[in-house]
């Protein structure tokens, strides 16, 4: 056992301290997720969706950053991600709306200035809408309109379709239905 250890003395360091460094930036990170959730009041199932896609990015970092010491060749690794990510685009090349709209969610988060309990006005020339946001997702958000419908509209059109503020709902506690 202690031959194995003196042999691969550098790659288990090295393993060690990007171990550490990723640990120390998912804590930076998930803390930061949770300070823009709170000074934004938002809905605690909105800020932990965030923190499962940080934590879904240190996950895949952590399981590629030590290859290189262990040995792989940069050439042998890059054309192991490209066959993984040629493989994933071609399989979500069909869906591209769904990681358009998680993308979207995810600047949403960051830099949407509407909560849910507001009144809100979509500018869509095929289909003008109003009504209060119910609730905020990773993939759309749920408006209830004046009729009473509970329309789901998707996060990408949210940030490419003009939207105005009718009503700010100040009673509304974003974390009171959260998960």
Request: proline share 2%; hydrophobic share 50%.
């Amino acid at each position: 056992m202690e031959e194995l250890f003196f042999q691969y003395r550098k790659e288990l360091w090295f393993t060690l301290i990007v171990a550490i460094i990723l640990i120390i930036i998912r804590f930076a990170l998930n803390k930061t997720a949770d300070k823009v959730g709170k000074r934004h009041n938002l809905n605690a199932a909105r800020t932990r969706l965030m923190l499962r896609y940080i934590n879904f990015l240190i996950i895949f970092l952590a399981i590629f950053a030590p290859l290189f010491t262990w040995g792989y060749d940069l050439k042998q690794l890059a054309l192991l991600i490209s066959s993984i990510f040629a493989v994933i685009g071609i399989g979500l090349f069909a869906i591209w709306s769904i990681l358009s709209n998680i993308t979207s969610g995810v600047i949403m988060f960051f830099s949407f200035p509407y909560k849910i309990g507001d009144r809100i006005k979509i500018y869509d020339k095929d289909f003008p809408i109003e009504g209060i946001i119910e609730d905020i997702r990773a993939f759309h958000l749920h408006l209830r309109t004046n009729e009473g419908e509970l329309v789901t509209y998707p996060n990408n059109l949210m940030l490419q379709k003009a939207v105005s503020l009718v009503e700010k709902d100040a009673n509304i506690d974003e974390g009171k239905e959260a998960l």
